[in-house]
T-cell receptor
Framework: GQNIDQPTEMTATEGAIVQINCTYQ??????LFWYQQHAGEAPTFLSY??LDGLEEKGRFSSFLSRSKGYSYLLLKELQMKDSASYLC??????????WGAGTKLIIKP | ETGVTQTPRHLVMGMTNKKSLKCEQH?????MYWYKQSAKKPLELMFV???????ENNSVPSRFSPECPNSSHLFLHLHTLQPEDSALYLC??????????????FGPGTRLTVT
């Protein structure tokens, strides 16, 4: 079967760095997405990785290792507004998105 | 503003009611999706429409009936729902070209409660 695993909840301190991991087992791979979802709002696109390595976009970076079936989202200089759920999703061989259950990130002052 | 709107934002209905959820996208995309989001569970894909044709139906119960009259509008008709159908229903759209990069734009969702 197809499976995406990510931690249910994480807590970090304002100004710090946090890494949210995602492991996947899917039938085929056509890229991995990270989305951010604030409570009561729509998920919004953060990043897309299809090749191995690190993609940096401001305070957020996303890493992919296809051989390990592993990705992480790195958030630097955490702000209170970063409190949200972070969703990992993989595009499989049919270009269908397989979603993880999301990681709820709590930022404390 | 993501360019995808959904109405209503909140809906409470009894098990014998009939209601419809509406989604509209203003992005010129050619694919639209209905998802169900339950607490602490992955997003569940319900229906996919590409160029107004339904291409995916992930074994959704018949009490959910989608309608896509054109590439900008998507409806989800609901009837005789069960309490376990209470969830957040999200609509999304994308420009589908099978290159793998298929970023989806989501609406804010309809919070449905079945009593």
């Amino acid at each position: 079967g197809q499976n995406i695993d990510q931690p249910t909840e994480m807590t970090a301190t304002e100004g710090a760095i946090v890494q949210i991991n995602c492991t996947y087992q899917t039938s085929g791979f056509n890229g991995l997405f990270w989305y951010q979802q604030h409570a009561g709002e729509a998920p919004t696109f953060l990043s897309y990785n299809v090749l191995d390595g690190l993609e940096e976009k401001g305070r957020f970076s996303s890493f992919l290792s296809r051989s390990k079936g592993y990705s992480y989202l790195l958030l630097k200089e955490l702000q209170m507004k970063d409190s949200a759920s972070y969703l990992c999703a993989v595009s499989d061989s049919n270009y269908q998105l397989i979603w993880g259950a999301g990681t709820k990130l709590i930022i404390k002052p | 503003e993501t360019g995808v709107t959904q109405t209503p934002r909140h809906l409470v209905m009894g098990m014998t009611n009939k209601k419809s959820l509406k989604c509209e996208q203003h992005l010129g995309h050619n694919a639209m999706y209905w998802y169900k989001q339950s607490a602490k569970k992955p997003l569940e894909l319900m229906f996919v429409y590409s160029l107004e044709e339904r291409v995916e139906n992930n074994s959704v119960p018949s009490r959910f009936s989608p309608e896509c009259p054109n590439s900008s509008h998507l409806f989800l008709h609901l009837h005789t729902l069960q309490p376990e159908d209470s969830a957040l229903y999200l609509c999304a759209s994308s420009q589908e070209d099978n290159r793998g990069y298929d970023e989806q734009y989501f609406g804010p969702g309809t919070r449905l409660t079945v009593t």
